[in-house]
T-cell receptor, first 114, second 112 residues
Framework: AQSVTQPDIHITVSEGASLELRCNYS??????LFWYVQSPGQGLQLLLK??????LVQGIKGFEAEFKRSQSSFNLRKPSVHWSDAAEYFC????????????FGIGTKLQVIP | GAGVSQSPRYKVAKRGQDVALRCDPI?????LFWYQQALGQGPEFLTY????????KSGLPSDRFFAERPEGSVSTLKIQRTQQEDSAVYLC??????????FGQGTRLTVV
């Protein structure tokens, strides 16, 4: 069965600092990997996805993530965090077919301090 | 509408009561998904429709949960005889076939 581990429940960073959110997955075949962001009272929004090809993927809002098969990881990064990035971030893995039956991690809540 | 619309946004139910949660997907989206998000957890898959066909219902936690999409557009998630453990946010998402899924804001169900 597929699963996702997000080891950091809460992270606090200063505005302008760099950010890395960790994600490890478990899946038998080539995974479909996603990062979503959820702001209070808002629906989940897709930041980026990896299906195949280049292992460094660019997303919206200046985020990027790198797929490392050897480490079963798909960490999310941003070089300079803005106060508006404060939200909860979910890593997710999907079976073949991509968006069907996606398994989400527990989420990492990001706090940004001035 | 422009996005996925869910109603009601908030629902308080007494234990044992039946509830119905509605999802209006983006027009033209053939795929529709329901997820359950308990407090402090990530969303968990419940069920998936392609048009009116329910292709996967493996995530429904018990036979008290039932979902339908009779005309391949609006979907309803019904929970019978609600219990406290059913308290959660229920998320609906829709997509074109094989494309990005767009999520609604969810319905927060509280069972008292």
């Amino acid at each position: 069965a597929q699963s996702v581990t997000q080891p950091d429940i809460h992270i606090t960073v200063s505005e302008g600092a760099s950010l890395e959110l960790r994600c490890n997955y478990s899946y038998g075949a080539t995974p479909y990997l996603f990062w979503y962001v959820q702001s209070p009272g808002q629906g989940l929004q897709l930041l980026l996805k990896y299906f195949s090809g280049d292992t460094l993927v660019q997303g919206i809002k200046g985020f990027e993530a790198e797929f490392k098969r050897s480490q079963s990881s798909f960490n999310l990064r941003k070089p300079s965090v803005h106060w508006s990035d404060a939200a909860e971030y979910f890593c997710a893995v999907g079976a073949s077919g991509g968006y069907q039956k996606v398994t989400f991690g527990i989420g990492t809540k990001l706090q940004v301090i001035p | 509408g422009a996005g996925v619309s869910q109603s009601p946004r908030y629902k308080v139910a007494k234990r044992g009561q039946d509830v119905a949660l509605r999802c209006d997907p983006i027009s033209g989206h053939v795929s529709l998904f329901w997820y359950q998000q308990a407090l402090g957890q990530g969303p968990e898959f419940l069920t998936y429709f392609q048009n009116e066909a329910q292709l996967d219902k493996s995530g429904l936690p018990s036979d008290r949960f039932f979902a339908e999409r009779p005309e391949g557009s609006v979907s309803t998630l019904k929970i019978q005889r609600t219990q406290q453990e059913d308290s959660a946010v229920y998320l609906c998402a829709s997509s074109l076939k094989g494309q990005e899924a767009f999520f609604g804001q969810g319905t927060r169900l509280t069972v008292v």
